[in-house]
């Protein structure tokens, strides 16, 4: 129950296409879902994240769609780059704000993106 | 956000030997974590580790293997024991502020 679901697990595109990765999750009680952006040899980066009562954010590029009946979501890459080649993991967590901490979060399996010229 | 560094950044390691992995932060966290990343594949969060109280395991993780130390809200490590080649992985540290987490750039452990 506390497992999250994303595909696909591989995903080409060209420059200026718009990828999309989709995560799905069982457990309800998740309420924070963050994306995380890793180059190779480095770590997670955290990209854009959301929280259930809204349906859809925008930072930049970068929109999470949400839907909370269908218990999923999903990372749109809006006219993708070259530099935005990497692998993409979302993730969700429990439970409510703790005081000067976060929650524990549960990983996607990832999805490895290129964006060809 | 936080700024995380660890030590070492690499290492190899001989089977049957310990390595001490260190996590330090630029401001002061209450929750760190660390987690594991096999070659190619997605994290697993290890434990977690409160300032002030024993770090909280995960199945499948237990303290003997992987003791954690935090001795104050700036600083953990997690020592991977008697270590064998299937420990070979990135070992990430993360902090959590509110909701966010950041994570450190990881220690590429191999063992040989």
């Known amino acids: 129950q506390q497992q999250v679901k994303q595909s696909p697990q591989s995903l080409i595109v060209q420059k200026g296409g718009i990828p999309i990765i989709n995560c799905a999750y069982e457990n309800t009680a998740f309420d924070y879902f963050p994306w995380y952006q890793q180059f190779p040899g480095k770590g997670p980066a955290l990209l854009i994240a959301i929280r259930p009562d809204v349906s859809e954010k925008k930072e930049g590029r970068f929109t999470i769609s949400f839907n909370k009946s269908a218990k999923q979501f999903s990372l749109h890459i809006m006219d993708s780059q070259p530099g935005d080649s990497a692998t993409y993991f979302c993730?969700?967590?429990?439970?409510?704000?703790?005081?000067?901490?976060?929650?524990?979060?549960?990983f996607g399996t990832g999805t490895q993106l290129k964006v060809e010229l | 956000s936080a700024v995380i560094s660890q030590k070492p950044s690499r290492d190899i390691c001989q089977r049957g030997t310990s390595l001490t992995i260190q996590c330090q932060v630029d401001s002061q966290v209450t929750m760190m974590f660390w987690y594991r990343q096999q070659p190619g594949q997605s994290l697993t969060l290890i434990a977690t580790?409160?300032?002030?109280?024993?770090?909280?395991?995960e199945s499948g993780f237990v303290i003997d293997k992987f003791p954690i130390s935090r001795p104050n809200l700036t600083f953990s490590t997690l020592t991977v024991s008697n270590m064998s080649p299937e420990d070979s992985s990135i070992y990430l540290c993360s902090v959590g502020t509110s909701y966010e987490q950041y994570f450190g750039p990881g220690t590429r452990l191999t063992v040989t």
């Open positions: 993730a969700a967590s429990i439970g409510r704000r703790l005081t000067g901490g976060g929650n524990k979060l549960t």
């Open positions: 580790a409160n300032q002030g109280s024993e770090a909280t395991y």
